[in-house]
């Protein structure tokens, strides 16, 4: 992953989740919460990209907030 720019996010996430993220990283020497969330999302956008055959196109406008209703 790239160390060239870093941007900060902020959303909601399941307590449970959250929790053994914080434990993942209180034992394993060297890990941070960032990290270990920004593999975790690069792994899935990595499936995602697969599944679909390419990567997704850039968005033309801005990303709703929150979850959509289905």
């Known amino acids: ?30 890990l941070c919460m960032g990290d270990a969330v920004e593999a975790g999302i690069d792994r899935i956008l990595n499936e995602l990209e697969e599944m679909r055959g390419e990567p997704f196109p850039r968005r033309r406008g801005a990303v709703k907030l929150g979850c959509p209703i289905l």
Request: aromatic content about 10%; proline content about 3%.
């Open 1 to 30: 992953m790239s160390k060239t720019s870093k941007k900060t996010v902020s959303f909601h996430m399941d307590t449970s989740v959250v929790e053994r993220l914080r434990d993942a990283v209180f034992y394993t020497p060297g």
